[in-house]
C-alpha cells in the first residue's frame, strides 16, 4: 500500500527515526472465543464459551486463519483461552487431557497456515477474584499451567507464549516476580527459544508502560540471563476511553507509542501491539491506519499489531447484535470477504 518513491519513504523514515524496513514483520488478528465467558475479575462461566471450531458447532476459525494468511498475507494470529478451562476448574491442577485437546485443535489449524501462534491465557491476572502472587492464588499455579503447556509446545517453534491477557489493579512488582517464575518455567521445561509475552499493569496499555511496567519488567530473563524473545506484550484502544467498546474512533494512539518507543529504543528490546481495533467506521479507518503506519515505520521496536477481533464474534453471546469490534470475515459462494477495518488497515497497511 506505500506509494513513496524510495527517496521520500527513506527521508520519512530518517525524520521518524525508524530503522530497517518499512514495515513490521508481524501482522494479524485475534481469533476469540474461547475466552467467552471471562470477566476482567477472572469470573469464567464455561456455558458462554464459544469455541471458533466447526467440529464443536462453532464458527470455523481455522477457515479463518487460512483465508487471512492465504489471501491476506497475515502472519500472526492470537488465541484466547479461560485458564479455567485448560484445567477444567482444578487450580494448580494437570492439564484436562479433553479440554486442552478441544484448544488444540485451535491451535494446530493457527500452525497449519505457517504463522506465528499465541497461546494467550485471557485471565487478567486472576482466578475468580484472587489475583495470581498476590491474593488467593500463587505464583506456582500459574508457573505450573505454563510449565505443562511449554512442555506440550516445546518442539513448535511457531508457537508464542502469552503470559496472561491485560493485568490491572495489581502491585506491579510482585507481578514482575510471578512473571519471571513463567519465564523461567517455560524454559526449564524445554521451550528454550519461543517468543514469550511480558504484560504489564493497566490492562497492558501502551500509554504509561515506559513508565511503570517497563522498569518492573526490564529485568525480567532467560535462564542463561539473557532478555532473546523476551517481548512486552501491549494494547491500545482508540475510541474516547481507550476502553474498545466503541465503533467511533477519536485518537490515534501515536504518542503513547511514541512515548513507548523511546524506552523500548534505549533498552534495546522489542513489544508486540497483541490488541488494537476499532469499529468499521470512517473515524477508526483513519485512526487505525494512522496507528499501524506509524508502527511501521518504528520496526525496529514494534514486532508488529494483532488486531481485535475475529472468531465467534457473530455467534454465542454475540450473535444478534453485531459487536462492536467485529473482524470476522463472511463466507459466501467459495469466497471470504473481510470486514472494511481488516482490508483497509489491518491487512492493508502490511502491504
Ligand atoms: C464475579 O463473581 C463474584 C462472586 O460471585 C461477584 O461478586 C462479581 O460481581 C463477579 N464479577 C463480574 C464482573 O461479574
Known amino acids: 500500500m506505500y ?32 475466552d467467552f465467558g471471562m470477566t476482567i475479575d477472572g469470573n469464567f462461566t464455561q456455558s458462554q464459551m464459544q ?44 492439564l484436562d487431557t479433553n479440554n486442552v485437546g ?28 484472587g489475583i495470581v502472587g498476590q491474593s488467593g492464588v500463587t505464583t506456582q499455579d500459574l508457573s505450573s ?6 512442555s506440550k509446545y516445546r518442539s513448535k517453534s511457531n508457537i508464542v507464549f502469552g503470559l496472561m491477557n491485560e493485568p490491572h489493579d495489581l502491585d506491579i512488582n510482585e507481578w514482575a516476580t510471578t512473571v519471571q517464575a513463567c519465564v523461567t518455567a517455560i524454559r526449564q521445561a524445554g ?15 501502551v500509554g504509561g508502560f515506559a513508565s511503570v511496567s517497563g522498569p518492573a519488567l526490564v529485568g525480567v530473563h532467560n535462564l542463561d540471563g539473557s532478555k532473546t524473545n523476551l517481548v512486552f506484550d501491549v494494547h491500545q484502544y482508540l475510541d474516547s476511553d481507550n476502553s474498545g467498546t466503541h ?35 470512517a473515524s477508526c479507518e483513519t485512526d487505525v491506519c494512522a496507528e499501524l503506519d506509524w508502527m511501521n515505520y518504528h520496526n525496529g521496536v514494534y514486532l508488529g499489531w494483532v488486531a481485535w477481533a475475529a472468531g465467534s464474534f457473530e455467534s454465542g453471546v454475540f450473535s444478534g447484535d453485531r459487536y462492536e469490534l467485529d473482524l470476522v470475515p463472511e463466507y459466501a459462494n467459495g469466497k471470504w470477504t473481510d470486514k472494511p477495518l481488516m482490508s483497509t488497515c489491518v491487512v492493508g497497511k502490511f502491504h
Open 3 to 34: 506509494r513513496f518513491s524510495t527517496l521520500s519513504a527513506l527521508a520519512a523514515a530518517a525524520l521518524l527515526g525508524a530503522t530497517g524496513a518499512q514495515k513490521v514483520q508481524r501482522a494479524g488478528v485475534n481469533i476469540a472465543g474461547f
Open 51 to 94: 469455541p471458533p471450531l466447526k467440529s464443536q458447532g462453532g464458527p470455523d476459525g481455522i477457515g479463518q486463519m487460512q483465508h487471512f494468511a492465504k489471501d491476506d498475507g497475515l502472519n500472526i494470529f492470537r488465541l484466547p483461552v479461560a485458564w479455567q478451562n485448560l484445567v477444567n476448574y482444578d487450580l494448580g491442577g494437570s
Open 102 to 129: 478441544i484448544y488444540d485443535q485451535l491451535v494446530q489449524g493457527c500452525l497449519g497456515t505457517g504463522a506465528l501462534c499465541i497461546i494467550d491465557i485471557h485471565n487478567y491476572a486472576r482466578w475468580y477474584q
Open 145 to 150: 499451567l505454563w510449565s505443562q503447556l511449554a
Open 191 to 205: 521451550a528454550t527459544s519461543q517468543i514469550i509475552l511480558l504484560p504489564g499493569l493497566d490492562f497492558t496499555a
Open 247 to 281: 465503533t467511533e474512533c477519536t485518537h490515534n494512539g501515536v504518542n503513547s507509542l511514541q512515548e513507548l518507543s523511546v524506552w523500548l529504543q534505549s533498552n534495546s528490546r522489542m513489544a508486540l501491539l497483541s490488541e488494537t481495533g476499532g469499529g468499521n467506521t
